[in-house]
């Protein structure tokens, strides 16, 4: 498969997510390796993200709970206002059941254009859960007018790192409704070194509503899951959702294409296609913890549709450097 966009579109960015908005501009945001920051960058075409310039839009706090470690932010644009997703620990060590210490929080632009400036951002705090445990990844979409929140969590009472939970919203940074767990790790692929679901993301096709996600250890064996259900069917029914058994993007091993995951959803410019954004390392020989090494880079392919209405998502493409 040959991408027409620039691969990799932005190095050394994990977690990404590319927002296009109703102005014409394409929003980008992603974990950097430091992870003591926030930024943005837009552009009017996806591989003009390649060369935009970051804006930082929030720092890390020099101490408590949003002090460290700063994952996976996402822009969203929710009854008239911007917001930023992100999760933040307190510390880089771990809690009694040997995961990080990361919970959810929520930034909002008191600004028209959220790239204005770091003072027009305001903290609107921490998503509460009713488990007060390791949290991330979160994201939000809206269908018959509600707006829901999916994120990967850890159940202490439930073998492995994360699952994922949906809730409906009150308002964009408090939950509504009681958590329900859509997924959990239980096949092979999802539990390689670590037993790990995170990284939603949700696409709305046809009648169908797609909710993508990430398991395994983010090393080559990172891959990527899927849940799906019609969109006349409840989000909250956990029994209405069909899990797929096997992983739905995988690594490259041909094209040196490894753990392509942490995925999320955009359109071409036209607005006719559809753009699967995730990353990916080229090489496999990692020195000390995955997380630590800065190369996993941005990446996006277009992708399509069965005659089922399902995405094929194909394999990852190979890097073009233009």
């Known amino acids: 498969m040959v991408s027409e966009y620039i691969n990799p579109l932005v190095i050394q960015r994990a977690d990404p997510q590319i927002y296009k908005h109703s102005d014409g501009f394409y929003y980008f945001s992603a974990s950097v390796p430091d992870y003591n920051r926030i ?3 837009r552009a009017k075409t996806i591989n003009g993200l390649a060369h935009a310039t970051p804006k930082t839009i929030w720092r890390k706090h020099d101490t408590g709970e949003m002090s460290q470690l700063i994952w996976a ?11 930023v997703y992100f999760a ?17 929080f929520v930034l909002e632009s008191i600004a028209e254009n959220p790239m204005e400036s770091e003072d027009s951002w305001i903290e609107k705090g921490r998503v509460e859960t009713p488990i007060d445990s390791f949290s991330l990844d979160a994201t939000v979409f809206t269908l018959k007018n509600k707006l829901y929140y999916v994120w990967a969590q850890k159940d202490p009472t439930i073998k492995g790192n994360s699952n994922i939970y949906i809730s409906e919203m009150a308002n964009p940074w408090t939950l509504k409704t009681e958590p329900v767990l859509l997924t959990k790790p239980e096949y092979d692929w999802e539990k390689q070194i670590f037993w790990v679901n995170e990284g939603p993301a949700v696409i709305h096709h046809d009648n169908k509503i797609f909710l993508t996600y990430s398991a395994s250890a983010t090393d080559e064996n990172y891959a990527m899951g899927m849940l799906s259900l019609n969109d006349d069917q409840d989000v909250l029914n956990p029994n209405a959702w069909r899990k797929s058994e096997k992983p739905v993007f995988t690594s490259n ?4 294409q490894y753990g392509p995951g942490h995925n999320s959803f955009t359109v071409s410019e036209d607005g006719t ?10 090489y496999t020989k990692i020195a000390g913890d995955p997380l630590y ?6 990446n996006v ?14 394999s990852p493409v190979n890097y073009n450097y233009e």
């Open 39 to 41: 930024e943005l960058r």
């Open 73 to 83: 932010p996402e822009i969203h644009f929710l009854n008239g206002k911007w917001y």
């Open 88 to 104: 933040a620990a307190s510390t880089t060590e771990f809690d009694e059941n040997g995961m990080f210490q990361h919970r959810m």
């Open 293 to 298: 090494d800065p190369n996993r880079h941005t």
């Open 301 to 314: 392919q277009e992708f399509g549709w069965d005659v089922e209405g399902y995405p094929v998502f194909g």
């Open 273 to 282: 296609k559809d753009i699967l954004v995730y990353h990916s390392r080229n």
């Open 253 to 256: 091993l041909e094209i040196n």
